[in-house]
């Protein structure tokens, strides 16, 4: 069973940095796509960033330039960096674990005062 923790999120300035962090267990975790996704109030949850088995990442138009996605396989860890945070982007963030299933983390809040 693949378990997943977030932490790092919290309440921040327009303008300030935050690294999001989660940690897999129960997982092989380098073979597999990962990614953080959110969901604001009232909105669908949506792909924030993606990170491939090789690397390879994806970002939604909006966060590109300001966000960066990163994975350690040894610590079966994904990180998101978000930089240059704006009000529009406080939401719930989870982190993702592809699989036979989509595996979920219970998600961390990330509130941005104007």
């Known amino acids: 069973q693949v378990q997943l923790v977030e932490s790092g999120g919290g309440l921040v300035q327009a303008g300030g940095s935050l690294t999001l962090s989660c940690a897999a267990s129960g997982s092989i975790f380098s073979i597999y796509f990962m990614g953080w996704y959110r969901q604001a109030p009232g909105k669908q949850r949506e792909l924030v960033a993606g990170i491939t088995s090789g690397g390879s990442t994806n970002y939604a138009d909006s966060v590109k330039g300001r966000f960066t996605i990163s994975r350690d396989n040894a610590k079966k860890a994904v990180y998101l960096q978000m930089n240059s945070l704006k009000p529009e982007d406080t939401a719930v963030y989870y982190c993702?674990?592809?699989?036979?299933?989509?595996?979920w983390g219970q998600g961390t809040q990330v509130p941005v005062s104007s």
């Open positions: 993702m674990h592809s699989g036979r299933v989509n595996y």
